[in-house]
């Protein structure tokens, strides 16, 4: 299970974060301007809008956080954001979104279950041969994250899950595990990267393509 107080974090500390991600937008070819987008963990609408700004349309942000969706809500007056009451159920009906994101929110979510109850709800809302974006952070070789890992492991119990140490655990993963989530999925495309923590630190991240069955 997810530790308890993990989406309180998100709404106190979390909400005065940057997040740092980069969006490929060539990663969504033949989508159509109107095509349904949805970006799952959209915090402060930072994709959202950046979508918006590439001439989509139909996008949508879903966060559970109050209080960062108030400030995408600020940032993006113009954009749809939905809070999210009971995550990860969307409030959508089976299949019909062409392709959902979901940028730095696996590393919020530490447990495996969790993790695949998420793609479960993103898989079902979908439609077939819909597209599904992930970002996320990879396991870290330095000696600093080799320490929280052992200390998060002997805590949690699963390798790379650590606290942040201002109320956050997150989880870095292999690049195996990450594909592992995508069950059911033809992958399109895979890029590593290196991206800056929320803390301010450079990481190895892996971005990963993937393309719903019918
Ligand atoms: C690191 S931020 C990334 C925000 C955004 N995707 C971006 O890249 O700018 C993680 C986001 O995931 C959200 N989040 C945390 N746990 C979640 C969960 N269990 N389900 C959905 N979103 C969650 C947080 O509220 C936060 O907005």
Redesign the pocket.
Known sequence: M?PDG??AY?SST?VAKS?T?PLDVAWLPGLPGTARIV??????G??TGLLREHGFTAVEGV???PG?LARARRTHPGLAFTL?AD??HLPFPDGGVDAVLV???L???PADD?QRR?LAELTRVLRPRGLLYVSDVLLQTDARNQDRYRRGAERYGTHGVFDVGDGAVCRHHSPEHLRGLLTGYELVAERELTVET?NGNPVGALQLLARKGR
Do not use: E, K, N
């Open positions: 997810t993990q989406l998100w979390g997040f991600h970006d799952y963990g959209c915090g402060y930072r994709v966060d559970p956080s960062l999210l995550p990860p940028f730095a929110v590393t919020c979510i969790d998420l929320m």
